[in-house]
């Protein structure tokens, strides 16, 4: 939605990180067509426009090639279909009008490219005949064939940020989050996006502000146009007047104090008003996230994505690569617990070429499923983590564990892992805790097996809730579902509560309902005592659970559970919080 004021407007999207930003717009080609956009220097133009040249050459012997090598059984369409490419790569709007393009705008070869496909592109898309409108994606296939060749390589990768940019994207790959923790951009802002996809938390943990689901933010945005991005109401005011401008920038300066006021907290214990202690942990992608924890007060990690050492990179980490990064982590911990989440690879966290993606990636071969089908990937990390674990306080644990037969599959595989680390004489840390996710419905409803078997469980409400409320976390038309205080989520979270604390065993809550601020009391309330968070919400968590009278706390939230009635819940809950 937007709406026009004069030469300035404003576009509504989720805000998935809070915070104000304000800088100049840096759009990014779609993620399947992301490339380089860079001047070239009058004397270079020549040899540039040879690189184009040489490129196409190549992708024209290469499909020549796949063209001699169809063997003869094959449908005939397989031919067909790549003598259409290589006629479209021929083409002289493609062969011939980019080299035209490079010289007068002096622009790369992979941009001259780039702006020809979208020019061909938008006349096939205004063309009646169907067959012929849907030949823009071979068009858009050609391309992406020589951009690779230009590239040097299989995928994409984004503009680095310049000067105070806002990178205006489609939408962003965790892979795409990866390669922007190097790059300091002051806001992310996407088309589509849910409010609990990896995109987004990833988008938090770059603690800057963002936006997702804005539907049309690239057509109605342009490189280098000023924005005002508020994360907190989701808006994003591009062009803004003078006055407007100074208003924000007043409140990012008390956005700013207020946040230095809560680093005084940095040190302070955590505990309720009343004297219970609390322990506020933080989550983590990559092992360079630890100075933000140390900044933030976190007293451990309460999940280490490991997956996101697997992102982002040609191959897959070696085991004594991620042994490194794993007591890396540990080390700097000092001591600190560290829980190590097994890779959850799979759904919007992609590795390619694996294996292959189902239909339904969300319901697919998912994190330990994906491990136990994939038995020396998973016991590579495993070999990693045992033997890191003798460098601080390490702990596993076990990602969408679904039924009692796989929870076990998965101890045999970890017992599996130590006798082969034994076997090759590696020391490593055999008592590690080992504890699962309860991230699907069947998990949080029929618990106590689990509980007598692991060590400990943490809870992931993101997941929870895209499953027991049937909402594609990824999916921006369904995020106005996504609904922490739904009373059926409420349930699943105090009844593992309850029975974690009946069965002796520590409950930990680790989705981003843990680091919501409003959350924070009723979660006490339910009896919730381990909370990790984004560490950027660590201190204002802290500040909360200061000021917070556990006996109030859960009368309230038992007030709350009791309720099926929203608006009853939603005024609870603002009386709990006042
Ligand atoms: C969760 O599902 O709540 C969780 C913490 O795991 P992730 O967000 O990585 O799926
Ligand atoms: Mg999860």
Known sequence: ???????????????????????????????????????????????????????????????????????AGAPPEFSAFLQLHLMIL???????????????????????????????????????????????????????????GLLGHNHATPRSAQGESILIAHDLSPADVVHFKQERFEAFLTDVGGVTSHTAILARSLNVPAVVSLRHARELIHDRDLLIVDGELGAVIVNPDREVLAEYRLRASELQIERRKLARLRTSPAKTFDGTPIELHANIELPGDIEQVQASGA???????????????????????????????AEDMRGAPVV??????????????????????????RAIRLCLAEPQLFRTQLRAILRAARF???????????????????????????ASLRRDGFPFRDDILIGGMVEVPATAIMLKPFLDALDFVSVGTNDLIQYTLAIDRTDGSVSHMYDPLHPAILQLISGVLKAGARAGKPVAVCGEMAGELRLTRLLLGLGLREFSMHPANVPAVKQRVLQTDLREAEALARRILNTTEPDRAAALLERLNA
Request: charged share 25%; hydrophobic share 40%.
């Open 90 to 148: 021929n083409d002289p709007t493609l062969a011939e009008e980019p080299r035209g393009l490079i010289r007068n705008e002096r622009c790369n070869a992979e941009w001259a490219l780039k702006q020809q496909m979208d020019t061909l592109v938008a006349e096939f898309e205004a063309i009646e005949d169907t067959y012929l409108r849907e030949r823009r994606a071979d068009v858009e296939q050609v391309v992406e064939r020589v951009l690779k």
């Open 392 to 418: 601080g306080d390490i702990r596993l644990l076990i990602p969408m564990l679904s039924g009692v037969a796989e929870m076990r599959q998965t101890f045999a595989a970890i017992d599996e892992a130590k």
């Open 340 to 365: 190590i989440r097994t890779l959850d690879l799979g759904a919007d966290k992609q590795l390619t070429g694996l294996t292959q993606q189902g239909d339904n990636p969300a319901l697919g071969l």
């Open 1 to 71: 939605m937007s709406y026009i004021q004069g030469m300035s407007f404003v576009i509504h999207g989720i805000g998935v990180s809070s915070g104000i930003a304000i800088g100049h717009a840096q759009l990014m080609a779609h993620a399947a067509f992301e490339v380089p956009h860079y001047d070239i220097e009058k004397n270079q133009l020549d040899a540039e426009v040879a690189r184009f040249d040489s490129a196409m050459h190549g992708t024209r012997t290469e499909l020549q090639g796949l063209i001699d090598k169809v063997p």
């Open 299 to 329: 007293t451990g990690i309460g999940l280490f994505r490991s997956e996101f050492l697997f992102l982002d990179r040609n191959g897959l980490p070696s085991e004594d690569e991620q042994f490194v990064a794993y007591r890396q982590v």
